[in-house]
């Protein structure tokens, strides 16, 4: 088996990456019609009272402690849809932006190890970080973390602008990174602000911006396709540039063993 490039390490962050986007999107549309099933199974069982039971704790044993509640069914209803159309979507951008960041981490670091002059002459660590490294490839290991970690801090902008020597790529000339970045201040409006929009999120929007300060940022299931489908351009266009810029000879492979696959068979005859 021939050795894998580093065209192939990028490739590889870039389709799992993808393939855990899909996977979001899959799990997340499987809970979503569960919640639609269960408010019809709700309307089918003509009942007006429902009693759910659910683990309310733990026993001191360890095992759950099971409570229950009656529940109207229109309340009951009302439930299971603030569950499907608030709190799943909710949930799911969480994860849509974890997922992202770090596919972005894993990219930095990668690219950083293979050329740390690419991180720039600027870029400095303390004496007392430094004096931990116990080689030369521990110490680009301890820079390249630093970096992802300072990374991590910086607005949309300035993180688009440290990677694109990095990266060879502009993210501000990727339209779906500017959704991305949407999408990144509305989770960061839900974890810190209970999803009112303040001027930190219409600044970081700015143009995308979708709610002004003292309202609240809707986020319901269309909002999370929506934002889905552009993390999955946003993938393909950043992958696309890189494979550009660094050759992937086992994509390349996929490539051509998909269209032979998809050929058809030349030696098959009709049978009269």
Known sequence: MEQKTFGDELWEICR??????????????????????????????????????YPIGLNQDGTPLIGDK????????????????????????YHLVTHTEAWFS?????????????????????????L?????QSLRILATDHLVRDLTYKSPQDFAETVTPLFGINLLEIPPYHKFVELKATRD???????IAN??????ANHFARSKPGELL???NQYFL????????LNEAVGDSLLAKWASPLFEQIQREDRESQRPDDTATNTP
């Open 16 to 53: 799992q990456h993808f393939i855990r986007i899909i996977q979001l999107g899959e799990l997340g549309q499987l809970a979503f019609s569960s919640f639609e099933k269960t408010i019809t199974a709700i309307d089918e069982k003509d009942s007006e009272e429902f009693r759910v039971h």
């Open 70 to 93: 009656s529940y109207a069914a229109d309340d009951l209803k009302r439930a299971y849809t603030h569950l499907s159309n608030t709190e799943l979507p909710i949930t799911l951008i």
């Open 106 to 130: 894993d990219l930095v670091r990668a690219i950083a190890a293979k050329y740390p002059k690419k991180i720039g002459p600027k870029k400095q660590i303390a004496i007392s970080t430094a």
């Open 132 to 136: 931990q490294a116990t080689s030369i």
């Open 189 to 195: 409006i839900y974890v810190h602000n209970r999803g």
């Open 199 to 204: 001027d930190v999120y219409v600044r970081k």
């Open 218 to 220: 809707i986020v319901n």
């Open 226 to 233: 929506d934002n889905y489908e552009a993390v999955l351009r």
